[in-house]
């Protein structure tokens, strides 16, 4: 006869790693998730390899977006 093994309630937090973020992310967002510093994520932004728009000095980036670059490798 199989044992059964009964899971507790997982600890800590279990939310995805994106679930805190909002729809639209900093330049300091993508550092704290990616690990790149911010001259890279600007660099990237500018030349397109991020998705994003520039408001003012700005750097605004669409969660969305950033995860669709990400899984096809553009960054």
Known sequence: MAKVIRMGKPRGDTAPPLAKYGDVLSV?????????????????????????????????????????ALRLGAA
């Open 28 to 68: 300091a967002d993508v550092c704290e998730l990616t690990g790149w510093c911010a001259r890279v994520v600007r660099e990237y932004c500018g030349s397109g390899k991020i998705p994003a728009v520039k408001i003012g000095s700005r750097w605004v980036i669409p969660k969305k977006r950033l995860i669709e």
